[in-house]
């Protein structure tokens, strides 16, 4: 359940410490960004039963994980995590997609281990998985918060030029 997790097995990070300084909380006081009204509005969407996906696209350490679990916060009672990634991201993902239900947070924090996978065709079925789950009305709501840095996005984003094979194709119709 939500309100029983903890941040740091999601993989958000603790402040970091400086020599000589003040240590900081590991998790200081988060403040808001823009981004921060956009994401809390599919967070209601998903609350109010729309199944919804969210991709922050950033570099390393720039607040990505974090920013997912302050919005996860505000999912009402009920609502339940799942963070696939054992025995790895991509097999778990595969293997258990089909077992999520209603009010389920797929956490897909560092999405091109997913989307990316190291075999096509695995990366493919797990893209394929995460549509069906955001289509299917038994399942919903469902919502997906992943996170990935932008010289993974923007591949899996692109167009594929004209006579080349899609190879990104059903990450491209679920991140756009």
Same mark, same amino acid.
């Given at each position: 359940?939500?309100?029983?997790? *903890?941040?740091?097995?999601?993989?958000?990070?603790?402040?970091?410490? +400086?020599?000589?300084?003040?240590? /900081?909380? =590991?998790?200081?006081?988060?403040?808001?960004?823009?981004? *921060?009204?956009?994401?809390?509005? =599919?967070?209601?969407?998903?609350?109010?039963?729309?199944?919804?996906? +969210?991709?922050?696209?950033?570099?390393?350490?720039?607040?990505?994980?974090?920013?997912?679990?302050? &919005? /996860?916060?505000?999912?009402?009672?009920?609502?339940? +995590?799942?963070?696939? #990634? *054992?025995?790895?991201?991509?097999?778990?993902? /595969?293997?258990?997609?089909?077992?999520?239900?209603?009010?389920? +947070?797929?956490?897909?924090?560092? &999405?091109?281990? #997913?989307?990316?996978?190291?075999?096509?065709?695995?990366?493919?079925?797990?893209?394929?998985?995460?549509?069906?789950?955001?289509?299917?009305?038994?399942? =919903?709501?469902?919502?997906?918060? =992943?996170?990935?840095?932008?010289?993974?996005? *923007?591949?899996?984003? &692109?167009?594929?030029?004209?006579?080349?094979?899609?190879?990104?194709?059903?990450?491209?119709?679920?991140?756009?």
């Amino acid at each position: 359940p939500v309100k029983e997790l *903890d941040p740091f097995a999601l993989e958000v990070h603790p402040a970091i410490t +400086v020599p000589g300084q003040k240590s /900081l909380p =590991a998790l200081p006081l988060y403040v808001e960004r823009a981004h *921060d009204h956009e994401l809390n509005e =599919a967070v209601e969407r998903a609350s109010r039963g729309e199944s919804v996906m +969210v991709t922050l696209v950033g570099e390393s350490s720039t607040g990505k994980t974090r920013t997912c679990w302050e &919005a /996860l916060r505000r999912l009402p009672e009920g609502w339940r +995590v799942w963070h696939p #990634y *054992d025995p790895s991201r991509p097999d778990a993902a /595969l293997h258990h997609i089909k077992e999520v239900s209603p009010r389920t +947070v797929i956490w897909l924090n560092e &999405a091109q281990h #997913y989307l990316l996978a190291q075999d096509p065709r695995t990366a493919e079925s797990v893209t394929s998985a995460l549509r069906t789950a955001l289509d299917d009305r038994r399942r =919903a709501p469902v919502l997906i918060l =992943a996170t990935i840095w932008p010289r993974f996005w *923007d591949p899996l984003t &692109a167009p594929s030029a004209v006579g080349c094979e899609d190879r990104y194709e059903q990450q491209r119709k679920l991140l756009t």
